[in-house]
């Protein structure tokens, strides 16, 4: 009997997940947002879900954590729908800094002085103040509807003590943030754009919700059930390549090299990726390398890439 693709992911996950998780204990928890620094450092796990909504959940996956830097993937894609492609990209550029993710370089550096890209910091906070509604609750109420509309969970909610750790010691970003606005890039209220940020990377979530967005973009924008169009193809084709270029900070080539998918990444440790037309999964690991990304959640995805052939190239 041959197994199906699925049946040869489950009887290999919880080997794998295991032996990856022994890199957990040379990473490091993020600490900058003192209330990351509580993540269980040797957590590991994965939550896959086909096409037909088959699932494999294998590892710590009643573990929920933060979106962080994976919510900037779906606020870009709520602002292109909001705004469209050429307003977005008179703020925010196209291309990859090879710089940490928190720079502040480049602004200075390079004309015009907008952010390089709308996954780094920079480049996520000119997002946030193009998200539409009249004051930072509705923008961020539309950002969360957003998210409980495409995790088809509509207990999605923010992990309150986690904004607040943030947004109490966000000096680098809030630097950031009155530097873009000098510079013409953000509009309206500073406090306010990053009352909408800090919010949106503060959506607690586990792996299965991750999947289940993941599964949208692996599916183009439909609701891989009822083949809704939730997302323009376009703007997910925009978000896609973003995320090859950029989503895994400046390790982004070096993943490109060993994984070859789509993947956004975000300092709780958490990893959405996916299989175009086929997979969305979701992962956490909270130790990270030191480039950002969750050290034995990497592991993981590049043993699965390279037993099943999923590299796009
Ligand atoms: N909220 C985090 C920050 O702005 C997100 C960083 C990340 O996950 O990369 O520092």
Not at 47 to 68: A, C, K, P, R
């Amino acid at each position: 009997m041959t197994l199906s693709e699925i049946e040869r992911i489950q009887a290999l996950l919880p080997q794998w997940v295991e032996s990856s998780r022994e890199q957990c204990s040379i990473g490091k928890v993020a600490s900058y947002i003192p209330e990351l620094s509580k993540s269980p450092i040797g957590a590991l796990g994965i939550h896959l879900i086909d096409s037909n909504g088959l699932s494999i959940s294998e590892g710590d996956t009643d573990l929920s954590f933060t979106m962080q830097s994976i919510s900037k993937v779906f606020t870009l894609i709520l602002a292109l729908m909001d705004n469209g492609e050429d307003v977005v990209f008179d703020k925010v550029g196209m291309e990859p800094t090879g710089d940490n993710f928190n720079s502040m370089l480049k602004l200075e550096l390079v004309q015009p002085g907008i952010p390089f890209n709308p996954l780094i910091n920079a480049g996520a906070i000119a997002i946030s103040s193009l998200i539409a509604g009249k004051d930072p609750a509705e923008k961020s109420a539309r950002v969360l509807d957003f998210l409980r509309l495409l995790s088809n969970n509509s207990s999605l909610d923010y992990d309150m003590d986690v904004y607040r750790s943030e947004a109490d010691t966000a000096n680098l970003n809030r630097s950031m943030a009155y530097f873009l606005k000098d510079n013409g890039v953000l509009q309206g209220s500073v406090e306010d754009v990053l009352e909408v940020y800090f919010r949106h990377c503060s959506i607690s979530v586990t792996c299965a919700d991750l999947a289940q967005m993941a599964l949208v973009l692996a599916h183009n924008g439909k609701n891989p059930t009822t083949g809704e169009q939730l997302i323009p193809r376009r703007f997910v084709q925009i978000a896609k390549t973003f995320m090859i270029t950029c989503g895994m900070y400046n390790a982004s080539g070096e993943f490109a090299i060993h994984v070859g998918l789509p993947a956004k990444s975000g300092v709780s440790g958490g990893i959405l990726s996916l299989v175009p037309g086929r997979y969305g999964i979701g992962l956490v690991g909270p130790s990270l390398n030191r480039k950002g990304n969750s050290i034995a959640g990497v592991a993981l995805l590049e043993s699965l890439s390279r037993e099943f052939e999923w590299s796009l190239f």
